[in-house]
């Protein structure tokens, strides 16, 4: 699996935008892109996830160079409610263990009002 | 639709006691999985199941054992519990959409060994 990269730390304020990079420049082709978050004391929760192109769900967008070697989520509005920690999880969606998901630290977003 | 269930929410145990932590999902997932997580650190992945009958180490198997009778229920059990397996356990169960794997998780038990 492609390891990810993403900064331990992001601010946002209410109401704007919430942009999370995440860098994955060793990526292979068959590997999908996920996001997840957590919120405080909470089980992860499923966001979104591509392979290629652009997707966009009533969560957020994801937004995935063209040669794949990075992505960005974002979130259009930010609510306070958004402030979680993000987990970028890169993937492949072939092979024997293609179901197990490894979490790495994430990014904690912090929304202020 | 309940989604992912986890029993008991909180628990403390005495060293050397033993204990089972019940997983039930109602959406019919094939793939269940126990996770752990410590205070600084993501999850790790302790045992899964890719089917009712079935189960497989993860990164952190040792000191747990598992069960996977039904294919709605994945049982995480420890024989005799060590302060060091303090810690938030969450499962969860997956299931495949456009081609990829999505899990979703439960709410955690968060457990104490003294």
């Known amino acids: 699996d492609a390891k990810t990269t993403q900064p331990p730390s992001m601010d946002c304020a209410e109401g704007r935008a919430a942009n999370l990079p995440c860098n994955h420049s060793t990526i292979s082709g068959n590997e999908y892109v996920y996001w997840y978050r957590q919120i405080h004391s909470q089980g992860p929760q499923y966001i979104i996830h591509g392979l290629k192109n652009n997707e966009t769900n009533e969560m957020a967008s994801l937004i995935i160079t063209e040669d794949r070697k990075s992505s960005t989520l974002i979130l259009p509005h930010a609510t306070l409610r958004d402030t979680a920690v993000y987990y970028c999880i890169v993937k492949s969606n072939s092979g024997g263990s293609n179901y197990k998901l490894t979490f790495g630290k994430g990014t904690l977003l912090t929304v202020n009002p | 639709n309940a989604g992912v269930t986890q029993t008991p929410k909180f628990r403390v145990l005495k060293t050397g006691q033993s204990m089972t932590l019940l997983c039930a999902q109602d959406m019919n997932h094939e793939y269940m999985y126990w996770y752990r997580q410590d205070p600084g650190m993501g999850l790790r992945l302790i045992h899964y199941?890719?089917?009712?009958?079935?189960?497989a180490k993860g990164e952190v198997p040792d000191g747990y054992n598992v069960s996977r009778l039904k294919k709605q229920n994945f049982l995480l059990g420890l024989e005799s519990a060590a302060p060091s397996q303090t810690s938030v356990y969450f499962c969860?169960?997956?299931?495949?959409?456009?081609?990829?794997?999505?899990?979703?998780f439960g709410a955690g038990s968060r457990l104490t060994v003294l």
């Open positions: 199941s890719v089917g009712e009958g079935t189960t």
């Open positions: 969860a169960s997956s299931y495949r959409v456009s081609g990829a794997n999505v899990l979703t």
